[in-house]
């Protein structure tokens, strides 16, 4: 049987087998199961379809055909209590199921060209008509409403909100992030230091920033006169304090 | 309308006038309910009432009709009119259904409520394209969940449905199931015959 040269392009596994058993004029009771398979692979190679989801379905398909295929070239067992299945009958009820659906469709698409030839109207409704609300009736509204009831509503609300609270997480602090870390701090005032020689204690802590920054200076001063970088020197208790660097600019 | 003397016909007369009234101002298609709480009659009655009209409309030399989709009324024009209509309204071009599409509606319209899976398993490939698509055209809609694990969707058709294939409602598609199994049978055996 020749392949025509036209390929068409078809919509799934079942379609395609469908053409194939119409073109070899083929009983769907009794498919000649080798040829067609044979037919159904050679067009599976020949098809350019790069969509992966369908390409997959046309691989289960040719894979149940071959399956049957195999199933009929063995030889039937020969088990009495056993009902005689064609391995074929379940592709064919899903042939026939597919062909049902297939001329259906091609019944409504009739239908679809006969129902077109009737128009419908839009709504023709005056603006005024349509933009119309009720007036307000607020007797109606609040109809059975009792201040108890009012109560009663507020509560659940409110019970609802404290039982989404989470009582352990939401007692959680906030943990801030430094601003300044001390490490930063010292190499800061080290090169300060080095560059300056000397300078007052209260010049450096009052042109800190925030309170924070006062003290991680404070502390990185008393480090750096840990490690001997730099010096203290007050004339008297209360005086001004003066620092004076150790190292040597770079 | 012709003027009845019996009081009986004169007030499905009067009925019929606000019906045609409403009907022509609406445009879309009214449920029986509504028509009825104007009509201040009960469905029963108001269904006679539409019975009526509709008929009227049917049979004297109108190029309007009423049609019922699935309990609701609208008024539209027939379909012999469309030749002379064409030549004055320019109707909207209506999107074509592509084979993909016509088939998928068709499960869904003869299986309803269908899931996707279902639909997949008659056509042999995957349909969710092909659903979307017939949701956006408002062809067909979700109504409701099936009872088993994952709780996957149901469609079924809506009214514009009904509308664009000159349906009246579900029961009244067309009912090929036992006939063309029959025919296929018929083929099936006619080729046995041959070949023996």
Redesign the interface.
Known sequence: MELTVKLESF?????LLLHLLEKNKV????IPIVEITNQYMEYIHEMERQDL??MS?FMV?AATLIDIKAKMLLPKKAAEDEEDVDPRAELVQ?L??????????????D??L????????????PKEVSAYVPPLNLDELLDGLTLKKLNAVFETVMKRQIDKLDPVRSKFGRIEKEEVSLDEKISVLEQYAALHKTFSFRGLLERQSSRVQVIVTFLAILELMKTGKIEIFQEQAFDEIHITSRIAAA | MVEQNEAGSTAVSDKAAIVEAVLFTMGESVPLQKLADVLGLHTEETKQVMRQIMSEYENERRGIQIIELDGAYQMCTKKQMYEYLIQIARQPKKQVLTDVLLETLSIIAYKQPVTKVEIEKIRGVSSGHAVNKLVEYNLVCEIGRLDVPGRPLLFGTTEEFLRRFGVNSIEELPKPQPEQVEEFRQEAEEEIRLKV
């Open positions: 919509e799934g596994p079942l379609d009983n769907i009771y009794d989801d369908i379905e398909m899903q026939l199921e597919y062909k049902l659906y297939k001329s259906i469709s091609y019944e409504l698409k239908r679809q006969d129902a077109d030839r009737v128009m419908y109207k839009e709504p023709t409704i």
